[in-house]
């Protein structure tokens, strides 16, 4: 069977999703996970879009071992120079440059003409080639490209030293048929075609990114970039899951596999969507919460009877299928521990304290711990901010003919503050008391709530996003009271605030 790679873009187009905003924290723990996950590139990031994206991807080039760390650059010089030195400590490194090259964005964004672009397009690959040997090329709005101009500025960029040649439908324009045959045309008449790798990169305006891109790889592609749930820009990017779970089911038809632990999907996806406050629809394929639910009496009468009759795949595979165990308040750091490894947790001492401290609190205040608990647990810690302002004690009044009375006491790096409000609820009440213990009252752009579980005592997990003139946050925070991790998540955006976290520039990428 053909390998088809996997260049994740996660960390990159996926946080240009309108309102994410990720920490150099949080996208090193994705890009771990995506290590684990076994995809083939990760494209860590825009190095020149900030100095926060600099340095999440230096951090990722650094500790990240496995897959090749990719950093983005347009066709400019000081662009090239920044992500050659974000990815300088990787162990594999990759610079992907790119320029537009559809007749619009050439007339009307970039003011060149075509010869221009395909003269700034050599120079760019073979100022890459003198950082790495792997340079990979893209020409932005492919989708709407003349074909034998991709075929002209492909085989300038693959004689400059370009090793990966990708093709990206940017603006989701494409349809299945008409993209195989632009791939398989580009392929076929190419001058060095055949010693590169030929990547696709696909939008959802239309919601054809996965089957674009599947086309693609029956045309000929050998690589796949593609973002968990589905990310990015707009519509978004193809899901990675999609992709490589039709893939997997449908390698009879595709002669094509790929290299990743399809086991570490669910996770990866719950990771994904718990740091970026993107929901999972219930529906999405692979991931999403009915993805291998059956509520039908005939649906489930045939499950019974014969799992393939309605599933064409079992949710081991994708690892939907939670660890067995029972943990409670009874329960010992020991067995504890082993919950966390079993769940491929690696934990030291310290963390270890940290994480059984609060376990113990979780567990004093329901009956049973589920692994689902224990996910969303090791993660909440892992991803917190360094905590300046901490939440000490709470009380709030609440009922149908009060106003919602909170009290709230807060540590803060120079004093123990206590504060009361009112508010419309005690949700809100709670809000405007946190604010004024820490002097800080920036505009909540979003608040949602999941239940990690099913259940009246399934933890409650909370996300906000959080403004402040330009920097934009996300907090996050889980407890077994709603309140509690209102005001926890509320607090973690603070505590990111404060430090600046989460300020971004736009800048147009393909």
Known sequence: MRRIKIFDTTLRDGEQSPGVAL????????????????VDVIEAGFPIASPGDFDAVRRIAEEVKGPTIAALARTAKPDIERAAEAIAPAEKRRIHTFIATSPVHMEKKLRMTPDEVVEKAVWAVKFAREFTDDVEFSA?????????????IFGEAIAAGATTINIPDTVGYQVPW??????????????????????VHTHDDLGMAVVNSLAAVR????????TINGIGE????????????????RRDFFEAETGVNTRELYRTSQLVSRLTGMVVPPNKAIVGRNAFAHESGIHQDGVLKARETYEIMNAEIVGREAAVMVLGKHSGRHAFKKALAELGYKVDDEELKRLFARFKEIADRKKQVTSEDLVALVEDERTRAPEMF?????????????????????KTPDDEITEAATGDGPVDAVYKAISRAVGLSPTLERYRIEATTGGTEALGEVMVRLRQGTVVVTGR???????????????????????????REAIETP
Not at 181 to 192: R, S
Not at 219 to 226: I, K, L, M, N
């Open 234 to 249: 707009r519509a978004g990017n193809a899901s990675l899951e999609e992709v490589v779970m039709a893939l997997y089911t």
């Open 477 to 503: 925070g889980i407890a077994p009271d709603i309140v509690e991790s209102s005001a926890r998540a509320y607090l973690d955006a603070l505590n990111k605030l404060v430090s600046g976290v989460g300020a």
């Open 390 to 410: 901490k939440l000490l004690d709470m009380q709030v009044h609440s009922g149908l003919a009060l106003t919602p009375v909170a009290t709230v006491k807060v």
């Open 23 to 38: 920490s150099p924290d949080e996208k090193l723990a994705i890009a771990k996970q995506l290590a684990r996950l076994g």
């Open 140 to 152: 932005e709005d492919a989708g709407r490209s003349d074909p034998d101009f991709l075929i002209r």
């Open 219 to 226: 045309a000929g592609a050998t690589q796949v970039e593609c």
């Open 178 to 199: 008409k993209f195989a045959e632009l791939v398989g045309y580009i392929i076929e008449n190419t001058p060095g075609a055949d010693g590169v790798d030929w990547s």
